[in-house]
Nanobody
Framework: QVQLVESGGGLVQPGKSLRLSCATS????????MGWYRQSPGKERELVAY????????NYADSVKGRFTISRDNAKKAVYLQMDSLKPEDTAVYYC????????????WGQGTQVIVSS
């Protein structure tokens, strides 16, 4: 089955940085657009960053624009999210997936990685 394994989260103070990684397997990664999503308690899962299959195009939610940078390494079948100037409102569980998430014919979510931004 498709594997999406997120890592790199943790507890950080406001203004600090984290770099999230997503390791994928069992699909032709380089063919698909990818995204980072997040979900906070009591809120719906939302797309925060998008990257095209080649890495040529990126888009960001307004709430993270200018602070987060998405990238990918197709040789490693991995996607990354550099998170700078973190704010308490960035606290969430972060997930990677295709964009849209049903691109592979079904919706699969990995375990996610938790980011907590607090002083």
């Amino acid at each position: 089955q498709v594997q999406l394994v997120e890592s790199g989260g943790g507890l950080v103070q406001p203004g600090k940085s984290l770099r999230l990684s997503c390791a994928t397997s069992r699909f032709i990664f380089s063919t698909y657009h990818m995204g980072w999503y997040r979900q906070s308690p009591g809120k719906e899962r939302e797309l925060v960053a998008y990257i095209s299959y080649s890495g040529d195009t990126t888009n960001y939610a307004d709430s993270v624009k200018g602070r987060f940078t998405i990238s990918r390494d197709n040789a490693k079948k991995a996607v990354y999210l550099q998170m700078d100037s973190l704010k308490p409102e960035d606290t969430a569980v972060y997930y990677c997936n295709t964009r849209p998430p049903e691109t592979l014919g079904w919706v699969y979510w990995g375990q996610g990685t938790q980011v907590i931004v607090s002083s």
